[in-house]
């Protein structure tokens, strides 16, 4: 089953709102995350990640804040755009393998009406 | 820079057929991972490629196989389609081995099987 997990599927905001994600991880072990962005027909783009080390990370507009004690990540968005709508993927490095490989959540749509 | 580039864009295949896709990497970014993202779902990890050698594999059957050519580019063959293997079929790259390194996405193969 899935480690990563998405508390909404989807979210609806207005344009210059404030938005925040949410996803919650089942493995204390994970020590690192990333958040990805991926549009309609295109391939997950990367918006921001975090160590397990970090509680806050900010990048352009954006902020991820890691939660280890209850192990939740949350991606919050300010002044949400249009161009903000998309599916978001929280992602975290898989501890129990051999490999890099990342484990996505289903993800959540975040929908920005004007 | 390029970003991680795939082809074909989309393929069209029927049941028991092969299908083959194609990967290139970042400019020098060694390792090349394979997802498949079936429709609705999260992204599902199939294999990991690096410097020419299969480092790991998702819970994927045999006939999901690949490799990883002399200037890092790689290919995914999947055997004996079936209905289900229809989905976006994602390759991402990074830089070297490690457990924090970012994978960036190209933009997806779509396969449909029919």
């Known amino acids: 089953g899935e480690s990563v997990g998405l508390h909404l599927p989807t979210l609806s905001v207005q344009e210059g709102d404030n938005s925040i994600i949410n996803c919650a991880y089942s493995?204390?072990?994970?020590?690192?995350f990333i958040w990805y962005k991926q549009e309609s027909g295109k391939g997950p783009q990367f918006i921001i990640d975090i160590r397990s080390n970090m509680d806050k990370r900010q990048g352009q507009r954006v902020t991820v804040l890691l939660n280890k004690t209850v192990k939740h990540l949350s991606l919050q968005i300010a002044a949400t755009q249009p161009g903000d709508s998309a599916v978001y993927f929280c992602?975290?490095?898989?501890?129990?393998?051999?490999?890099?490989?990342?484990?996505f959540g289903k993800g959540t749509t975040l929908s920005v009406s004007s | 820079e390029a970003g991680v580039t795939q082809s074909p864009t989309h393929l069209i295949k029927t049941r028991g057929q092969q299908a083959t896709l194609r990967c290139s990497p970042i400019s020098g970014h060694t390792s090349v991972y394979w997802y498949q993202q079936a429709l609705g779902l999260g992204l599902q990890f199939l294999l990991w490629?690096?410097?020419?050698?299969?480092?790991n594999r998702g819970n994927f059957p045999p006939r999901f196989s690949g490799r990883q050519f002399p200037n890092y580019s790689s290919e995914l063959n999947v055997n004996a389609l079936e209905l289900e293997d229809s989905a976006l079929y994602l390759c991402a790259s990074s830089f070297k081995r490690g457990r924090t390194d970012t994978q960036y996405f190209g933009p997806g193969t779509r396969l449909t099987v029919l």
């Open positions: 493995n204390s072990a994970s020590d690192y």
């Open positions: 490629y690096d410097e020419g050698e299969e480092r």
């Open positions: 992602a975290e490095r898989d501890p129990n393998q051999a490999g890099t490989a990342l484990i």
